[in-house]
């Protein structure tokens, strides 16, 4: 990390509410983050949390048709000298920022690519929207990315459509892609969830190395504490809708204090290798419409514990440096025997 | 004598070309596969997609064409398709598959699902049929108002569950698990994974478990085999695999898992870029021609390795 | 590819070889002969016996099959019983009209479902797309004879708006010229438009729901976060790959026309190769109707081989094998 911690995306009092027949859900309900400067900031949580709806609102990705977004979103990039709300940018601004400022990574590369246009097209497209590159200038470029990204033939790659590609090589294209524009923030969506685990440490190592050279952020959003424990610098655990601990990664999983991040560690299979139970967490995530609104949304989770471990109304604690965690319950919490 | 005995097992497609589309060679998805699993064990097989570990399994359960070598069960050869038809094979061998979205029919209720297996093979009156859905709901930790609901109705890892009770309905000996977990999220594959292991217990199953994930396998498995091109490049039991891991793809495989220790990080790069190194500098000392695996050779009583 | 189109031009010679065959064994297992066209109730039955002795009607059927497939070899398909002319000319006479009707009723659809299909995509939901929706349940469920017969009805008959029957006016034709020509495409309007509103719905579906689907697909939501326009987002990517699937069913939409133009043409008494092939059945006239089978089997194998290698040029991702 960094000495002196600058703000790049601060994201206030977040709310990214999905409509289902004809009423609003908050998918994301109340979330406040910041990502510093060159940093890789991770949020996990299990599918539901709201991790993936946060990331797409970011440039705000989701079908305006059905979707509703409260708060603010305030990003520090390159060039402009005051932050800009991304939640009130007008079509052309929110444009530059796309793909210009932040970049993109999904999950499924072979979704994410256009199965008709070419690599070489996929890439300049970027360039066309966020460079003043002419044409021949344009192809020089995408070839060096995709030489960046570690393609061993780029000219090959560069005519071949991303059928042709395997998983991996798809997923190189893809960063290629985000990081055409050299945008200060990439945000990365589950990077290496649809790959083989050698495939998915060369990514892993791929996006490292890019960030160290680019020195830009990174958020990656995933729900696999393995490649935050890799990746992080900090880490933010979220939980139907909130975060629920932020830390830095060490602290995290040496000092982890939310009772679901505790739960959450405690049932990776494995790490301990043999005849244990591995542990549970009562219940389900519950869906959208589901979700527990007030109290501690956690505690459903942990019945065995008294209800006035928990605040009414749950409030961030200041555990350590850097190190918030949602509600009191953390200060009683002892899994269920 | 072993539950299940797989000698040699070839699954090879033709490539066909040409204007008349003759055969112009072999996709080998399998090739020359040998191994045993006693009741009540498990046996994890782990690969990259692509390994040819799936097949393997559906070959057992005779989804995929066996183009050589030989199956038996119980003693019993079952390689051919209608000898495994005329015995309690089918009963005896069942499996569960990857995606629990698609694997249980959305315009079926839960009973009817579970019940399938049974009408298939078993006379059953109504009231025994209820009888047993709700002793398979149980086991597998639902209650006996599942059985009137659909499949969407329930979340990822209780489908996996009704895929579970499904296959446990005719008492089977053996359950070949595809990815049984893989699509579910942390903490409800830890239920899932416990539920496996406590039916095995009481049930006295066998499991051939498929997974790429190193970390589920071992949890789950006292035997391994890790699949490469194909073929198996080592065999051995848990220990031999994490502990003393020795072809360089099991090696590599192996560095390749993130660590949940972020302070182990450095090293781990470390260790995965020298693994990376010998894989790719080192290739002529553990592949035949750089692609080809060579057969396993024991290099202790349970631990084998394909090396030259 | 090459290989590809040619080993199915190749498969396309054993096809037809049978297919004639059971044209050729059906013809011999319906009531009465060839000869029923020239008997009347006083000819000697000795005369019918040398007559089919002269024609070969007594020989065993795989000799008269042999005769028949030789001569279709070498062009000689026969002669019209009913019209007393070769096969080849009295079909020759009506394929130009046919092929006008045909090109007119495709132009016709995909005039009429290509803007109503992105309309009713990117309008979802408001009463345009319900209007659309209603059109194609009308469309699919209106039998075309049905159709046909209506729109004579009302267009023709008390509109006076187009001819109610006829494939060119006989003094246009006389004529010749541009005025023998619009004649014929006047003639042809109504029934390519009858033609057209079955072939309609297919492509109206599917555009509207690819277009639909595309919209929040995970490529166009890349597009999308590469900071492309919106409008060009959806010419680019929503569009484009929506039109693929509109593309791949042109061969289908040929077949549905041709086989609706049988019906169509008597419908409408347009003189092509549909009405010529109900009549010929009808009049036992066999040496036109095998003709036409054969025609519309060769039709329909061309036009699935021609969509594949349409497709394939394309779309990228499908290269036939």
């Not at chain 1, 969830?193 to 160290?212: G, N, S, W």
């Not at chain 3, 329909?300 to 036939?320: E, G, K």
Request: with cysteine.
């Amino acid at each position: 990390m960094p000495k002196v911690s600058e703000a790049l995306l601060e994201i206030k009092n977040l709310h990214t509410s999905f409509r289902i027949e004809g009423q609003y859900y908050a998918a994301v309900d109340g979330v406040d983050l910041t990502v510093f400067k060159d940093e890789v900031f991770a949020v996990v949580g299990e599918s539901g949390c709201g991790k993936t709806a946060m990331a797409l609102s970011m440039v705000r990705l989701h079908n305006i048709n059905y979707t509703r977004m409260d708060g603010e979103i305030l990003f520090h990039g390159s060039g402009s000298g005051r932050p800009q709300d991304i939640l009130k940018l007008k079509g052309a601004e929110l444009n530059k920022v796309r793909g210009g400022h932040i970049g993109m990574i999904f999950q499924d590369p072979l979704s994410a690519l256009n199965p008709l246009h070419r690599i070489g097209q996929q890439i300049e497209e970027t360039l066309v929207y966020h460079t003043d590159l002419d044409k021949e200038r344009r192809k020089a470029r995408a070839m060096e990315l995709l030489e960046n990204v570690g393609m061993t033939d780029p000219a090959l790659t560069y005519t071949q459509f991303p059928h042709e590609l395997s998983g991996g090589m798809r997923q190189r294209a893809m960063i290629a892609i985000a990081i055409s524009a050299k945008p200060d923030l990439l945000i990365a969506d589950e990077p290496t969830t649809a790959l083989d685990v050698t495939i998915q440490a060369q990514i892993l190592d791929l996006i490292r190395a890019l960030k160290k050279e680019m020195k830009s952020s990174i958020i990656l959003i995933t729900h696999d504490l393995g490649v935050v424990a890799e990746m992080a610098d900090r880490v933010a655990v979220m939980y139907a809708g909130q975060v629920v601990e932020t830390a830095p990664v060490t602290e995290l999983f040496g000092n982890p204090r939310h009772p679901y991040t505790r739960s959450l560690l405690h049932s990776i299979p494995g790490a301990a290798g043999g005849e244990n139970r591995l542990h549970t967490i009562h219940g389900a995530v519950p869906d959208l419409r589901g979700l527990p609104r007030d109290g501690c949304r956690f505690s459903r989770r942990t019945p065995w514990m008294p209800g006035d471990a928990h605040e009414a109304v749950p409030t961030y604690h200041e555990v350590g440096p850097g190190h918030y965690v949602l509600c009191t319950c953390y200060k009683t919490f002892r899994f269920e025997e | 004598m072993p539950l299940l005995e797989v000698k040699n097992l070839r699954v090879w497609y033709p490539i066909r070309g040409g204007i008349l589309g003759r055969r112009i060679g072999w996709v080998k998805a399998v090739d020359d596969v040998t191994f045993s699993i006693e009741a009540g064990q498990t046996l994890g097989l782990v690969g990259e997609s692509g390994s040819g570990k799936s097949t393997t399994g559906k070959a057992i359960l005779g989804l995929a064409h066996i183009s050589a070598g030989q199956i038996l069960f119980e003693g019993n050869d079952i390689t051919d398709s209608a000898r495994r038809n005329r015995s309690p094979y089918r009963k005896s061998v069942q499996m569960v598959f990857q995606d629990v979205y698609s694997s249980l029919n959305p315009r079926k209720r839960v009973l009817d699902i579970i019940a399938e297996p049974l009408r298939n093979f078993e006379k059953l009156t109504k009231a025994e049929e209820k009888k047993r859905v709700d002793e398979l709901l149980s086991i597998v930790g639902l209650t006996s108002d599942a059985a009137v609901k659909y499949p969407f109705e329930f979340s990822g890892g209780q489908r996996q569950r009704i895929g579970v009770a499904r296959a446990i309905a005719l008492k089977p000996r053996l359950i070949i698990a595809d990815e049984p977990v893989s699509a579910l999220d942390l903490s409800v594959q830890a239920q899932v994974l416990n539920y496996l292991k406590d039916i095995q217990k009481e049930l006295g199953l066998a499991y051939l478990f498929i997974s790429h994930d190193l970390g589920v396998v071992r949890h789950m498995c006292e035997h391994l085999a890790i699949m490469h091109n194909s073929r198996f490049v080592e065999f051995g039991t848990r220990e031999d695999i994490y502990s003393s891991p020795t072809h360089i793809y099991t090696r590599r495989l192996i560095a390749a898992i993130p660590d949940i220790d972020p302070l182990k990080r450095d090293e781990n790069n470390r260790r995965r870029i020298e693994v990376a190194k010998e894989y790719t500098d080192r290739r002529e000392d553990y592949y035949l021609d750089s692609t080809g695996v060579y057969d396993l050779k024991k290099i202790s009583a349970t631990h084998m390795v394909a090396l030259p | 590819m090459w290989k590809t189109i040619a080993r199915r031009l190749l498969i396309l010679v054993p096809q037809l070889f049978a297919l004639s065959l059971l044209i050729f064994l059906l013809a011999q297992l319906m009531p009465g002969d060839a000869l029923r066209g020239f008997i009347g109730p006083g000819t000697h039955p000795d005369l019918l016996e040398r007559l089919r002795e002269h024609h070969g009607l007594n020989d065993p059927w795989y000799q008269q099959y042999w005769r028949w497939l030789t001569a279709v070899l070498q062009g000689d398909m026969g002669n019209s019983i009913t019209f007393q002319r070769p096969v080849i000319a009295v079909i020759g006479d009506r394929i130009g009209n046919t092929m006008l009707l045909s090109i007119m009723a495709s132009l016709f659809t995909y005039l009429i479902a290509v803007p109503l299909g992105i309309l009713a995509a990117r309008h979802k939901g408001t009463s345009l797309d319900r209007g659309t929706m209603i059109y194609t349940f009308v469309a699919l469920s209106i039998p075309t004879v049905v159709m046909g017969l209506i729109n004579i009805l009302v267009f023709a008959l008390t509109l006076g708006w187009f001819p109610p029957f006829g494939a060119v006016e006989l003094s246009a034709h006389a004529a010749g010229g541009w005025t023998a020509f619009s004649s014929r495409i006047y003639h042809a309007l109504l029934p390519a438009f009858t033609m057209a509103f079955l072939g309609t719905v297919s492509i109206i579906y599917y555009l509207r729901n690819e277009i639909i689907d595309n919209d929040s697909s995970d490529f166009v939501t890349t597009a999308r976060s590469k900071g492309v326009p919106e409008n060009e987002v959806y010419t680019r990517h929503i569009l484009r790959n929506a039109l693929l699937p509109v593309a791949g069913s042109a061969g289908a939409l040929v077949v549905l026309i041709f086989s609706g133009s049988i019906f169509i043409e008597t419908v409408f008494t347009f003189q092509g190769m549909g009405q010529l092939f109900i009549s010929s059945i009808r009049g036992r006239d066999f040496p036109v109707a095998n003709a036409l089978i054969m025609f519309y089997a060769i039709l329909n194998t061309l036009a699935i081989l021609v969509t594949d290698i349409v497709i394939t040029i394309i779309d990228p991702r499908i290269r036939i094998k």
